[in-house]
């Protein structure tokens, strides 16, 4: 058969889905809703190397659509979480869905199956928390509005409640962070525990973990008021703001852990490994500097055997700069025990990811690294980070592959490219 990623690509143009889900949603066709703009995100491809089972893939990805309401035409906005599958595949899987008792709509002319937010097929207990009667977590006073932060379907759901000033409290938000599992209890006593313990005045601030709900596997946050760091100028804001940073993340790692899984550097080449599997098999041109990258991971993959606490998703969008000018730390799902410079490489090869020159965000890194070293009295490894680095590099070109966004191949071989650079990087 013909490669899945072609017959999936149409799904991922915007103009040509606006054009497409308007004349196939329902709401759509009876005329009670105009789409005017679409936004996609979290796309998701799912492929299989076996030419017997390529058939099988599948795409799943959020549409966050803009239209207005006929005939009053008040704007709105709605979400759509679709699977997108090859052949007749979507009559099967909207059987299987509606025999679950599902939500679940049938777009047979484009191969999906749809639910319109906030139906998950994973998360039934969401609609109860888009209504603030339904949340007695939030006490009585009144919700001015729920804003939907990030919605991962059937992972979790992020909304954000604001509540309006009045004469006795003060403007305040609370977060509600929803999983299909019950990992939130887990997530909720890790904080718990590291909030208890001493922080200094250079530490970061973590949000004040609230409750967790067990019937809506709920885990509610105090929020926080700032400006996220991403939207500082890299080459000004954010570099001026490294150094408290790097110090920040080494008081982090000097906390004491929880009970935590460990991550050992040896599970990260094999992971590693599996993700350059797959992209060597998508990719055949870039077959050699794969093969390049993961013979010099191997060959130099360090010897660690201290793992403390690490984040495990450190990078800049969990970061918040607060008006007293501290740096705030969000989302501990992904706590473990292992070697602290994955989270700094973590960042590192993050900072690649925005539309900077490689000559504003090498100067960068290179702080990043001076900085965090120097809060270690001089004793992090360079090399052990760029083994590191050279990891997350590679783990960046595997997520822009499986979320084909657009020039995915384009962005894949640049991934790769940065991550055969030799350490360190040049002036």
Same mark, same amino acid.
């Given at each position: 058969? +013909?490669?899945?990623? $072609? !017959?999936?690509?149409?799904?991922?143009?915007?103009? @040509?889905?606006?054009?497409?889900? /308007?004349?196939?949603?329902?709401?759509?066709?009876?005329?009670?809703?105009?789409?005017?703009?679409?936004?996609?995100?979290?796309?998701?491809?799912?492929?299989?190397?076996?030419?017997?089972?390529?058939?099988?893939?599948?795409?799943?990805?959020?549409?966050?659509?803009?239209?207005?309401?006929?005939? +009053?035409?008040?704007? $709105? !906005?709605?979400?759509?979480?679709?699977?997108?599958? @090859?052949?007749?595949?979507?009559? /099967?899987?909207?059987?299987?869905?509606?025999?679950?008792?599902?939500?679940?709509?049938?777009?047979?002319?484009?191969?999906?199956?749809?639910?319109?937010?906030?139906?998950?097929?994973?998360m039934p207990w969401l609609a109860q928390l888009m209504d603030s009667r339904e949340i007695p977590e939030l006490g009585q006073q009144p919700v001015s509005a729920i804003e939907i932060v990030n919605y991962r379907p059937e992972i979790r759901c992020t909304a954000r409640y604001r509540f309006a000033v009045s004469e006795v409290e003060p403007a305040r938000v609370v977060y509600g962070k929803t999983y299909a599992d019950e990992r939130g209890q887990t997530i909720y006593n890790n904080l718990r525990t590291l909030q208890r313990q001493f922080q200094s005045a250079t530490a970061f601030v973590m949000p004040e973990a609230l409750a967790y709900t067990a019937d809506r596997r709920t885990l509610w946050l105090e929020g926080l008021q700032g400006q996220a760091l991403a939207e500082l100028d890299f080459a000004t804001g954010v570099a001026e703001k490294t150094p408290a940073l790097a110090n920040a993340l080494a008081a982090f790692h000097q906390l004491t852990p929880p009970?935590?899984?460990?991550?050992?550097?040896?599970?990260?080449?094999?992971?590693?490994?599996?993700?350059?599997?797959?992209?060597?098999?998508?990719?055949?041109?870039?077959?050699?500097?794969?093969?390049?990258?993961?013979?010099?991971?191997?060959?130099?993959?360090?010897?660690?055997?201290?793992?403390?606490?690490i984040h495990g998703d450190f990078h800049i969008d969990q970061l918040l700069v607060l008006p007293n000018g501290r740096l705030a730390l969000f989302d501990y799902d992904e706590l473990a025990l292992g070697d602290p410079l994955q989270d700094l490489a973590n960042f590192a090869a993050d900072l690649y990811n925005y539309p900077y020159p490689i000559a504003e965000t090498d100067p960068l890194v290179r702080l990043l690294f001076t900085a965090y070293s120097a809060a270690n009295h001089g004793q992090t490894d360079p090399q052990r980070f760029a083994w590191h680095l050279r990891g997350q590099l590679l783990t960046r070109a595997y997520r822009a592959f499986i979320q084909q966004k657009s020039a995915a191949p384009q962005r894949v071989a640049d991934f790769i490219a940065l991550a055969l650079r030799p350490w360190p990087l040049a002036d």
């Amino acid at each position: 058969m +013909s490669n899945p990623l $072609d !017959q999936f690509a149409p799904l991922l143009d915007t103009e @040509l889905m606006v054009s497409a889900l /308007q004349r196939h949603l329902p709401e759509c066709l009876a005329g009670d809703w105009q789409i005017t703009g679409c936004e996609i995100q979290h796309p998701r491809y799912k492929t299989y190397r076996l030419a017997e089972n390529r058939e099988r893939s599948f795409l799943s990805l959020v549409y966050h659509l803009r239209g207005r309401r006929l005939p +009053s035409a008040i704007a $709105d !906005q709605r979400i759509l979480y679709a699977r997108a599958y @090859l052949g007749q595949r979507s009559h /099967q899987a909207f059987a299987e869905a509606q025999a679950s008792g599902e939500k679940a709509i049938h777009l047979a002319e484009l191969g999906m199956v749809g639910w319109r937010f906030p139906n998950d097929p994973a998360m039934p207990w969401l609609a109860q928390l888009m209504d603030s009667r339904e949340i007695p977590e939030l006490g009585q006073q009144p919700v001015s509005a729920i804003e939907i932060v990030n919605y991962r379907p059937e992972i979790r759901c992020t909304a954000r409640y604001r509540f309006a000033v009045s004469e006795v409290e003060p403007a305040r938000v609370v977060y509600g962070k929803t999983y299909a599992d019950e990992r939130g209890q887990t997530i909720y006593n890790n904080l718990r525990t590291l909030q208890r313990q001493f922080q200094s005045a250079t530490a970061f601030v973590m949000p004040e973990a609230l409750a967790y709900t067990a019937d809506r596997r709920t885990l509610w946050l105090e929020g926080l008021q700032g400006q996220a760091l991403a939207e500082l100028d890299f080459a000004t804001g954010v570099a001026e703001k490294t150094p408290a940073l790097a110090n920040a993340l080494a008081a982090f790692h000097q906390l004491t852990p929880p009970s935590l899984p460990v991550v050992t550097l040896q599970q990260q080449l094999q992971e590693w490994q599996k993700k350059a599997d797959k992209l060597s098999h998508a990719y055949r041109a870039i077959q050699p500097a794969l093969a390049a990258l993961l013979n010099e991971l191997r060959q130099t993959r360090p010897e660690f055997e201290m793992p403390g606490l690490i984040h495990g998703d450190f990078h800049i969008d969990q970061l918040l700069v607060l008006p007293n000018g501290r740096l705030a730390l969000f989302d501990y799902d992904e706590l473990a025990l292992g070697d602290p410079l994955q989270d700094l490489a973590n960042f590192a090869a993050d900072l690649y990811n925005y539309p900077y020159p490689i000559a504003e965000t090498d100067p960068l890194v290179r702080l990043l690294f001076t900085a965090y070293s120097a809060a270690n009295h001089g004793q992090t490894d360079p090399q052990r980070f760029a083994w590191h680095l050279r990891g997350q590099l590679l783990t960046r070109a595997y997520r822009a592959f499986i979320q084909q966004k657009s020039a995915a191949p384009q962005r894949v071989a640049d991934f790769i490219a940065l991550a055969l650079r030799p350490w360190p990087l040049a002036d």
